[in-house]
Nanobody
Framework: QVQLVESGGDLVQPGGSLRLSCAAS????????MGWYRQAPGKQRELVAD???????KYVDSVKGRFTISRDNAKKTVYLQMNSLKPEDTAVYYC????????????WGQGTQVTVSS
């Protein structure tokens, strides 16, 4: 079992940057693939990016070149650096953990709101 707590969501202007953090507690963090998902109003939850235990990453096409996922196993934390934010990035962002490779895991955080607006 692992518990996940996201932070870092905020209101930001288009073109701005944010860094989301997801702190994990419980079982060994380093064995989990960690992911960031987002859900905008009226839309399905989608994968934004994930990172395996070996550091392999995957991104949805719409964020490639703008977002970067990283992990610090010593701090049991995964990050999502978001640059050049667009209004369409507005969503609740969720942290996810699982034991598979590039598949959705069973553990979720409570979410953090990101709003991109002028």
């Amino acid at each position: 079992q692992v518990q996940l707590v996201e932070s870092g969501g905020d209101l930001v202007q288009p073109g701005g940057s944010l860094r989301l953090s997801c702190a994990a507690s419980g079982s060994s963090f380093s064995i989990y693939t960690m992911g960031w998902y987002r859900q905008a109003p009226g839309k399905q939850r989608e994968l934004v990016a994930d990172i395996t235990t070996g550091g392999s990453t995957k991104y949805v096409d719409s964020v490639k070149g703008r977002f970067t996922i990283s992990r610090d196993n010593a701090k049991k934390t995964v990050y999502l650096q978001m640059n050049s934010l667009k209004p369409e990035d507005t969503a609740v962002y969720y942290c996810n953990a699982g034991l598979g490779i590039h598949i959705t895991g069973p553990y979720w955080g409570q979410g953090t709101q990101v709003t991109v607006s002028s």
